[in-house]
């Protein structure tokens, strides 16, 4: 190979490696400053729990609607990456799971949705009885619903909306379901447990 064919390869490889980082590169981060998630729980999960005798309460400030079946929590932080549609998006308050004298609770709900949306999912500081557990992965997204085209344009009013998208339970929470209900192999991994719609209104990133 000639020193001028070398010279136009290694240009041309530059030029692909720039334009493949651009196709890719994060965009403005703005931050999140208030919203709401709101989880329509699936049929087939009510009825399991009421198969189960077991209650879900709202922890404030969550808010539950039990004919209607939605828990709503309060967006109250996080930052979006308009690039990449890729962020931590942090609620307020919770749910509360009890039967008999067993509870379990999950609070602090943070949405991650990062740069490769299948991997988009919800977790949440679990605590059984009295005693805490720590963050688990309660679920994750339905990837081929998860449609967020990149870069993001924002609207006028600076208000981004997630439509309602499928949410599946994970293995992790599936065992902790399990267990903390005393039951064994009624909850599994993958099974729905609802539609998430995700609203919330970002302002550029303060120092």
Same mark, same amino acid.
């Not at 539950?64 to 929590?73: A, D, E, N």
């Not at 919800?122 to 997204?141: E, K, P, Q």
């Not at 903390?180 to 609802?194: E, K, M, R």
């Not at 719609?197 to 302002?203: G, H, L, Y």
């Given at each position: 190979?000639?020193?001028?064919?070398?010279?136009?390869?290694?240009?041309?490889?530059?030029?692909?490696?720039?334009?493949?980082?651009? &196709?890719?590169?994060?965009?403005?981060?703005?931050?999140?400053?208030?919203?709401?998630?709101?989880?329509?729980?699936?049929?087939? %999960?009510?009825?399991?729990?009421?198969?189960?005798? $077991?209650?879900?309460?709202? !922890?404030?400030?969550?808010?539950?609607?039990?004919? /209607?079946?939605?828990?709503?929590?309060?967006?109250?932080?996080?930052? %979006?990456?308009?690039?990449?549609?890729? &962020?931590?998006?942090?609620? #307020?308050?919770?749910?509360?799971? +009890?039967?008999?004298?067993?509870?379990? +609770?999950?609070?602090?709900?943070? !949405? $991650?949705?990062?740069?490769?949306?299948?991997?988009?999912? @919800?977790?949440?500081?679990? $605590?059984?009885? +009295?005693?805490?557990?720590?963050?688990?992965?309660?679920? &994750?997204?339905?990837?081929?619903?998860?449609?967020?085209?990149?870069? @993001?344009?924002?609207?006028?009013? /600076?208000? !981004?909306? !997630?439509?309602?998208?499928?949410?599946?339970?994970?293995?992790?929470?599936?065992?902790?379901?399990?267990?903390?209900? #005393?039951? &064994?192999?009624?909850?599994?991994?993958?099974?729905?447990?609802?539609?998430?719609?995700?609203?919330?209104?970002?302002?550029?990133? $303060?120092?």
């Amino acid at each position: 190979m000639t020193h001028t064919s070398i010279l136009r390869f290694t240009t041309s490889l530059v030029a692909l490696a720039a334009l493949h980082t651009a &196709s890719f590169a994060a965009g403005p981060v703005e931050d999140i400053k208030s919203g709401s998630a709101a989880i329509t729980l699936d049929n087939s %999960f009510v009825t399991g729990l009421g198969l189960l005798l $077991t209650d879900l309460t709202k !922890i404030a400030p969550a808010a539950y609607s039990p004919g /209607k079946h939605i828990l709503t929590v309060p967006i109250t932080g996080g930052a %979006f990456d308009l690039g990449l549609a890729e &962020s931590d998006i942090i609620s #307020g308050g919770g749910f509360k799971l +009890t039967k008999g004298g067993l509870h379990a +609770t999950f609070t602090d709900l943070i !949405i $991650t949705l990062p740069d490769d949306h299948t991997k988009a999912e @919800v977790s949440a500081l679990y $605590t059984n009885n +009295t005693f805490y557990i720590g963050r688990i992965t309660l679920g &994750s997204f339905d990837s081929a619903l998860l449609n967020i085209p990149t870069p @993001v344009s924002l609207p006028t009013n /600076k208000k !981004i909306v !997630i439509h309602n998208v499928p949410f599946k339970l994970s293995a992790n929470a599936a065992a902790t379901l399990n267990a903390a209900l #005393g039951v &064994s192999n009624i909850f599994t991994a993958g099974d729905p447990v609802g539609l998430i719609e995700i609203k919330f209104k970002v302002a550029p990133k $303060t120092l």
